[in-house]
């Protein structure tokens, strides 16, 4: 159990529909990451948030949109779903932000697995 | 964009035998970690290299960065049906603000 817990585990929706995704990181990290997992792009970077506030953004596609609030967990929401939408989202979370010599762990949540059909 | 790529993509052997998995970039990287991940779950860390021809050895799993830090290996010894699952390279960078993963490789280690 890495501590970091996302809900729901499965969703099954449909084109043009909108869900959210949430995640509660690890007791005590600020730091909050969404990575998409699908089977022809392995693990790609969404967004990365850090006390609450945006600190680096990846390849998020503008449909989609995240926060974190200040009780640190964090929303993905997925908009106007297409039926490339359909992967594993991954939140994770570390003690310090990521970059550089001082990386740390990340401690990834079991993941939520998006259908779209 | 910071580009890691994993090789071989796929591998399947039998228990007992050695293999050797690779992470090649054409960008410098301040650190770069090595994750499994087995189905239904995320992935989970298993070392971090930061020095240039840093080795690190985790009971039968050998971990090396190179000397320019743009490539890494993880070599594992007398491989276990356990050993099975994604194995994910990931680099950090200080001037980009997040941890750029590979593609990984699938290992199956049969019995």
């Known amino acids: 159990d890495s501590g970091v817990t996302q809900t729901p585990k499965h969703l099954i929706t449909a084109t043009g529909q909108r869900v959210t995704l949430r995640c509660s990181p690890r007791s005590g990290d600020l730091s909050v990451y969404w990575y998409q997992q699908s089977l022809d792009q392995g693990l790609q970077f969404l967004i990365q948030y850090y006390n609450g506030e945006e600190r680096a953004k990846g390849n998020i596609l503008e449909r989609f949109s995240a926060q974190q609030f200040p009780d640190l967990h964090s929303e993905l929401n997925l908009s106007s779903l297409e039926l490339g939408d359909s992967a594993l989202y991954f939140c994770?979370?570390?003690?310090?932000?990521?970059?550089?010599?001082?990386?740390?762990?990340?401690?990834f949540g079991e993941g939520s697995r998006l259908t779209v059909l | 964009t910071q580009l890691l790529e994993q090789s071989p993509q796929f591998l399947s052997i039998q228990e007992g035998e050695n293999l050797t998995v690779y992470c090649n970039s054409s960008?410098?990287?301040?650190?770069l970690q090595w994750y499994r991940q087995e189905p239904g779950e995320g992935p989970v860390l298993l070392v971090t290299v930061v020095t240039g021809g840093e080795v690190k050895k985790l009971k039968r799993l050998t971990f090396q960065f190179g000397d320019a830090r743009k490539d890494s290996s993880l070599h594992i010894t007398a491989a276990q049906p356990g050993d099975t699952g994604l194995y994910l390279c990931?680099?950090?960078?200080?001037?980009?603000?997040?941890?750029?993963f590979g593609s990984g490789t699938q290992l199956t280690v049969l019995p």
């Open positions: 994770a979370s570390s003690v310090v932000p990521t970059g550089g010599r001082g990386t740390g762990e990340l401690f």
């Open positions: 990931a680099g950090a960078s200080g001037s980009a603000r997040q941890l750029t």
């Open positions: 960008s410098v990287f301040s650190s």
